[in-house]
């Protein structure tokens, strides 16, 4: 029995001296497989005569006012609501007309007083019973009169506020028995139906953008609220002045929301566009998607594909002011190179990289 178990022991430790042989024999060392990072590309293209550029846009309503009281007083009515539809001329609200209408009947006794001074003073004239400046002194008074009635009388129809325009009561600034003060702000009240998406657009892409604003390709407006619709947009108009802080300029598309589709001042979307560059320097421009971009400090550069490996390298570049979701390049890429679009954050110099399938 004692022989046995020797022998077994000894078959034991034979096959544990042989892995040990292996394993010294192998250095120990396991090859470890090589990382391919998945990254989404994109082809660098150059724009000889058209310029395609998106940018972020607020909503605003084709026309906005905020409606006041030329007059003040205790605000005795206002029936509308926020959100309420109105017609033009329709009544917003009401001042208590107490004063101003005491002002316009004292003013309307002083008037056929003056007046009648004056017709008095005339067949005098005729009898050669009064002088003529005397007659010219109460024809004064009568149209000082006249003055102060029209104003008392324009005093008292200000005491009422009605709508300039068709639209909708967008806020309430205002409560019922406020005492208001002379241009108090009331009510807000917005045009209905056609809106306008508002963006702010760079200095770089005004000048190379032509002059005519009806040169257009297409321009669509995308709300993020309906992701999956374009909306058909026309330029209506620019600001010639840009923006101190930004450096930008505001340009403004109107467009009909669809029926059905209920689009409110405040929304965001983005406006697609194209439009014809000017010749010159800015007639063939590079532009990439700004999440190609990596910044440190004031350097900007990308990862440039190299086709044959598939391997990245990073380049610096010069871009213009990031605005919008594509940036202009002003040197560091030619067209046909290929870039990494999306995924740049976690890519090394030198990696092996693969195109990425959703």
């Known amino acids: 029995?004692?022989?046995?178990?020797?022998?077994?022991?000894?078959?034991?430790?034979?096959?544990?001296?042989?892995?040990?042989?292996?394993?010294?024999?192998?250095?120990?060392?396991?090859?470890?497989?090589?990382?391919?990072?998945?990254?989404?590309?994109?082809?660098?293209?150059?724009?000889?005569?058209?310029?395609?550029?998106?940018?972020?846009?607020?909503?605003?309503?084709?026309?906005?006012?905020?409606?006041?009281?030329?007059?003040?007083?205790?605000?005795?009515?206002?029936?509308?609501?926020?959100?309420?539809?109105?017609?033009?001329?329709?009544?917003?609200?009401?001042?208590?007309?107490?004063?101003?209408?005491?002002?316009?009947?004292?003013?309307?006794?002083?008037?056929?007083?003056?007046?009648?001074?004056?017709?008095?003073?005339?067949?005098?004239?005729?009898?050669?019973a009064i002088a003529r400046i005397a007659v010219d002194q109460r024809r004064a008074q009568r149209d000082v009169a006249r003055a102060s009635l029209d104003s008392a009388q324009k005093d008292l129809t200000d005491t009422v506020l009605r709508a300039p325009f068709s639209g909708v009561v967008a806020v309430k600034h205002?409560?019922?028995?406020?005492?208001?003060?002379?241009?108090?702000?009331?009510?807000?009240?917005?045009?209905?139906?056609?809106?306008?998406?508002v963006v702010s657009v760079p200095a770089s892409v005004v000048a190379a953008l032509g002059n005519d604003p009806q040169d257009v390709t297409e321009e669509y407006v995308v709300l993020n609220a309906a992701p999956d619709l374009k909306i058909p947009g026309t330029f209506r108009s620019a600001t010639t002045q840009a923006d101190t802080q930004s450096q930008t300029f505001k340009v403004k598309f109107s467009f009909t929301p669809p029926p059905n589709m209920t689009v409110l001042p405040g929304m965001t979307g983005t406006v697609f566009g194209s439009r014809s560059l000017v010749e010159g320097e800015g007639a063939t421009q590079i532009s990439v998607p700004l999440g190609a971009i990596q910044a440190n400090g004031k350097e900007r550069s990308v990862w440039v594909v190299d086709k044959k490996t598939m391997t990245v390298k990073k380049r610096k570049i010069l871009v213009d002011k990031d605005v919008g979701e594509e940036i202009a390049v002003r040197s560091g890429l030619k067209a046909g190179e290929t870039i990494v679009a999306a995924g740049a954050a976690y890519l090394q110099e030198g990696m092996k990289i693969r195109p990425y399938q959703p």
Request: hydrophobic letters at 40%.
């Open 174 to 197: 205002a409560t019922r028995f406020e005492n208001i003060q002379p241009q108090q702000e009331i009510i807000t009240l917005q045009s209905v139906g056609r809106v306008e998406a």
């Open 1 to 128: 029995m004692v022989g046995v178990m020797n022998r077994s022991l000894g078959r034991i430790a034979s096959g544990i001296a042989v892995c040990l042989l292996l394993v010294s024999c192998s250095g120990g060392d396991v090859e470890e497989a090589e990382i391919v990072r998945p990254a989404k590309l994109h082809v660098v293209k150059a724009s000889a005569d058209r310029f395609d550029a998106s940018f972020p846009a607020i909503i605003e309503a084709g026309s906005s006012s905020t409606l006041t009281f030329q007059v003040g007083g205790l605000l005795e009515s206002l029936p509308v609501l926020e959100g309420q539809p109105v017609r033009k001329g329709a009544v917003i609200g009401r001042l208590d007309q107490r004063r101003y209408q005491n002002a316009v009947n004292s003013a309307r006794a002083q008037y056929a007083t003056a007046e009648s001074e004056y017709q008095s003073a005339v067949k005098l004239l005729e009898g050669d």
